[in-house]
T-cell receptor
Framework: AQSVAQPEDQVNVAEGNPLTVKCTYSVSGNPYLFWYVQYPNRGLQFLLKYITGDNLVKGSYGFEAEFNKSQTSFHLKKPSALVSDSALYFCAVLSGGSYIPTFGRGTSLIVHP | GAVVSQHPSRVICKSGTSVKIECRSLDFQATTMFWYRQFPKKSLMLMATSNEGSKATYEQGVEKDKFLINHASLTLSTLTVTSAHPEDSSFYIC???????????????FGDGTRLSIL
């Protein structure tokens, strides 16, 4: 079984400040973890993934995420937020043997000028 | 990178009409395609998983006779909303994935969605 939780419905941050969007997961076995971003009236775009190896994963648009096995978390981060980062962010998880990912409910990121 | 084209991007039609949405993988072969429904400011709801050449697998609560899915080739899957009603109005998104087996740890590639409005 696999599940993912995004505890925050919305995250507000000022432009230039660091941002964090939280994600926790539950799987049996090793997880494959993904972050996607969705802009209004568009599909989801892949940002980054963790499969194995280095716990800190770097992705598109300056985003990164840290895999923490003990806390079963995969939080998305960016050192300096841009207004253009405002969008809906989805975390997704795959457990070994599954090919159908489970998506979190999404977190709306709002970056204020 | 991999591109998935979804068409049309927007449909407005009368109640009782059937609407077909196409999802094409433009530069790769998609063994598996997924169809999602997204309500305003809400998460994605997986409707069904379709594998090329076989019947789609529908999620619990999704009416297979209302949402017809065809995946006749490795580059095309279609979703037909039959006899659509206002409650079917939503944002429908397709994605193409690597499917079972090796490579299933790869990300999905999403279409840009179809905004369906039933009057």
């Amino acid at each position: 079984a696999q599940s993912v939780a995004q505890p925050e419905d919305q995250v507000n941050v000022a432009e230039g400040n660091p941002l964090t969007v939280k994600c926790t997961y539950s799987v049996s076995g090793n997880p494959y973890l993904f972050w996607y971003v969705q802009y209004p009236n568009r599909g989801l775009q892949f940002l980054l993934k963790y499969i194995t190896g280095d716990n800190l994963v770097k992705g598109s648009y300056g985003f990164e995420a840290e895999f923490n096995k003990s806390q079963t978390s995969f939080h998305l981060k960016k050192p300096s937020a841009l207004v253009s980062d405002s969008a809906l962010y989805f975390c997704a998880v795959l457990s070994g043997g599954s090919y159908i990912p489970t998506f979190g409910r999404g977190t709306s990121l709002i970056v204020h000028p | 990178g991999a591109v998935v084209s979804q068409h049309p991007s927007r449909v407005i039609c009368k109640s009782g009409t059937s609407v077909k949405i196409e999802c094409r993988s433009l530069d790769f072969q998609a063994t598996t395609m997924f169809w999602y429904r997204q309500f305003p400011k809400k998460s994605l709801m997986l409707m069904a998983t379709s594998n090329e050449g076989s019947k789609a697998t529908y999620e619990q609560g999704v009416e297979k006779d209302k949402f017809l899915i065809n995946h006749a080739s490795l580059t095309l899957s279609t979703l037909t909303v039959t006899s659509a009603h206002p409650e079917d109005s939503s944002f429908y998104i397709c994605s193409a994935g690597p499917g079972r087996g090796a490579g299933s740890n790869q990300p999905q590639h999403f279409g840009d969605g179809t905004r369906l409005s039933i009057l």
